[in-house]
């Protein structure tokens, strides 16, 4: 598979521009927060960072096209930088400090490259297509991959609000899969993907998800040995819906969520 080592770097540089951004704004006394027309907030931080990301890209790759949360776009071109500047904006907002900038590469129609930045935390994580997945934290930089659990019985599983369940998918199916788990958790949004690929939970289904919130993960859960589908089980990343895996137990996992 071919190597995207010079997206890779532009992608963790852009990391780091919304970092910058990010780090100065959250707990900031002064932050605005609106509300969409979903009733979800957005923050001048959220803003501030696509408008930064977006005049790297403009600058660097202006062949290319960008997809964000905040400033729109298309996914109808060869290549496509999907964006979400903070993933978790109610966390950050409230002063948790789980959330993320994420950053995707998607080259016709499948990501090749993803960057999940968490700077409050002190995390990075980032793959891509042949390249392997890593993870960054305090003790340096390493090699990640999913975990070994074979039964359901044994797997740790997060979701992100149980409501949304009830709203969007069925709650007795996401039940029916706790009942088969050992322990779950709402690790929630991004977070409990990368702990996916990073083998420290075994299942995180969303039954709800647009393509910024999820396009890194197709390649980093991927590239670090896992699964990635929609609850129907195809293997894209705007279908709407999606479960990452450890692979193992992908497909007993797709049939307890099934209405």
Partial sequence: MPRHDADLELALRLADAADAITATRFRAHDLAVERKPDRTPVT???VAVEDAVRAVLAADRPGD???????GGTLDATRVWVLDPIDGTKNFLRGVPIWATL???????VPVVGVVSAPALGRRWWASSGGGAFASDAAGERTISVSGVRSLEDAYVSTTDIKTWVEYHSREAYLRLVDATWESRAFGDFYQ??????G???LAPECVANPW???PFQVLVTEAGGRFTSLEGEERYDGGSVLTSNGHLHEAALKLLAR
């Fill in 44 to 46: 001048d931080a959220d």
């Fill in 200 to 202: 420290a939970i075994d």
């Fill in 213 to 215: 919130d999820i396009a």
């Fill in 193 to 198: 993907h990368c702990l996916v690929a990073e």
């Fill in 103 to 109: 950053i995707a590469l998607v080259e016709e129609g």
């Fill in 65 to 71: 096209v960008v997809m964000g949360e905040e400033r």
